[in-house]
């Protein structure tokens, strides 16, 4: 069993706000290194730094999984301008299934480490063709750098620093998603990113491969207003032409790569999260309803249909806005879903039809977790007929006083029938409480990957977390860190092409893998 690692922290810097301490702290050379059997991370920092408190809960608990493949999952199919499967972008594929179809730890003597040169919260994790860690690293106090980062060492490869810009109004900086927050590689190898100056810059390799270089910049500026309006996320559809959302006003606009021909349309919802992208069109979620678009001949977006969900109105703590925290999740059959804001909230399954032949438009609305204990900010996984939902009721500005709080424990999966027609909850779960991250399903090894911030009154915990999709069971959890460092902040977990587990937290990015 692997022995308790310990990390450092700032000590005497408040938390509503980034002091120079911290700010120093955050963009120093801070190098945290956690190797076999739990070795003490180094630090290099002229700062005044005491270890964090040691948590009273195992470093491990559980046992080691054995793989079991869930049969026949749901393949979503090959954009052909997105890099391959599940490499692309934060939700693996065009459907948004956050599904893998390649093996994640099973939980064998598990080596966790950790690599910041400097610190930065790298939310979205893809890979390229060389099985390099692509990303673009947004910070609180610098701006987003792209880079590709060695998946062995963890050390930055190339960076290539983006524009900067004031956060919008209304927008929390721990929940402010512009300027990478979301991006995608496509089949070349380059990143598409939306700037927080409202371009849209494209990214390719050097001829060695190792440098990043600026090859296309589209300025969205004259239909997207750069003061008050922020893209938060762009994707192709399967024919080349970009699709771009913004949160104020929801604009949903999409791009002529060749010609940089911007055609737009106003929703005049919010919209706070990314949307899917089917081979019928685009799924869009906003803070009222879902929709789906399509195309006309001009380019021009123009609504296939809108569905209203139930709402309290209520922005719960985790919560961007006061409407769905999901990206919608395309399903097998024709289906889409998301959750919405009801209180408990539901999973809602919908009919993604064009027309409907005396059919309703949802197909069910399925409430998760307690009454005024419920809400998600991170996408369903999806694969077949079966959705998993994660409940970050209670996270909480990691600049703010109750920076670090557990959350509510919750996970449960919700199945689509045969016929289509309904839904039930097969499982829930309550005792791992997800930290905020895009958890990931590998249908390889049937396992749910999470990161867990259970209740310690000893320390501000962050665990690696199994959980078995058959039946919600937590498998093992093993520690990865304590206290600000180790906070993930809505960032997405990614199984790696060798089986390797890695997440961007705010301390730079950790990873997890078997060892044995």
């Known amino acids: 069993m692997p022995l308790r ?36 991370p180094a630090t290099a920092s002229a700062d005044p730094i005491t270890p964090v408190a040691t948590p009273s809960l195992p470093a491990f608990e559980g046992a080691p999984a054995t793989a079991r493949p869930i049969p026949h999952p749901t393949k979503p ?19 948004m299934t956050d599904a893998y179809r390649r093996p994640g730890p099973l939980g064998n003597s598990l080596i ?17 063709s060389l099985g390099r860690i692509v990303s673009v690293c947004p910070s609180a106090i610098a701006p987003p750098v792209a880079k590709i980062i060695d998946p062995q060492t963890l050390a930055t490869i190339a960076t290539y620093e983006l524009p900067n810009a004031p ?36 990214l390719g390799q050097t001829a060695d491969r190792q440098g990043l270089e600026l090859r296309r910049d589209y300025d969205l500026t004259p239909a997207i207003d750069p003061v008050s309006e922020r893209i938060i996320s762009a994707l192709p559809d399967f024919k080349g032409r970009v699709w771009l959302i913004t949160k104020q006003n ?4 999409t791009l002529d790569p060749k010609t940089g021909r911007l055609r737009v349309k106003r929703l005049d919802e919010g919209i706070s999260n990314s949307f899917a992208v089917g081979e019928n069109g685009v799924y869009v979620v906003t803070d009222e309803a879902m929709y789906r678009l399509k195309a006309g001949d ?59 032949h005396g ?21 369903l996984l999806g694969t077949k007929r079966s959705l998993i939902v994660e409940n970050n009721y209670g996270y909480q500005d990691i600049f703010g006083p109750n920076s670090g709080a557990p959350t509510v424990p919750g996970f449960a999966r ?54 078995d999709f058959r039946s919600g069971r937590t498998v093992w959890r093993r520690y990865s860190g304590s206290g600000f460092f180790f906070n993930n902040n809505y960032a997405g977990i990614a199984l790696g092409p060798g089986g390797v587990a890695y997440l961007g937290v705010t301390g730079g990015i950790v990873s997890l893998r078997d060892g044995g």
């Open 250 to 253: 929801g604009k949903v606009a």
């Open 77 to 95: 199919p090959q954009n052909p301008y997105l890099a391959p499967d599940p490499n692309s972008n934060i939700h693996n594929d065009t459907w």
């Open 414 to 467: 919700v199945d689509l029938n045969r016929k289509g027609t309904d839904c039930r909850r097969r499982w829930t779960n309550t005792d791992a409480a997800g930290s905020s991250v895009v958890p990931k399903l590998s249908t390889k090894t049937g396992l749910i990957y999470t990161y867990t911030r259970p209740a310690d009154p000893a320390a501000e915990g962050y665990y690696w977390t199994a959980i």
């Open 359 to 379: 059919e309703r438009r949802k197909v069910c609305e399925v409430p998760v977790f307690a009454e005024g204990a419920s809400a998600t900010e991170n996408t």
């Open 5 to 40: 690692a310990r990390a450092r922290r700032l000590v005497g810097a408040p938390r509503p706000h980034l002091t120079a301490a911290l700010a120093l702290a955050l963009t120093g050379a801070l190098a945290l290194t956690l190797g076999v059997a739990g070795a003490l």
């Open 112 to 128: 966790t480490a950790s690599e910041a040169k400097p610190a930065a919260l790298c939310g979205s994790l893809t890979f390229d």
């Open 167 to 202: 956060t919008t109004p209304g927008t929390p900086e721990f929940q402010n998603f512009a300027g990478g927050g979301y991006f995608y590689l496509d089949d070349k190898d380059r990143i598409w990113v939306p700037t927080k100056t409202d371009h849209l810059y494209v």
């Open 298 to 356: 001009s380019g021009r977006p123009r609504v296939i249909w809108r569905s209203g969900y139930a709402n309290s109105g209520i922005v719960k703590p985790s919560q961007v806005s006061a409407g769905s925290g999901t990206t919608p999740t395309i399903m097998d059959g024709g289906y889409v879903a998301i959750t919405d804001n009801a209180d408990p909230m539901n999973v809602v399954v919908y009919r993604n039809a064009r027309k409907l």
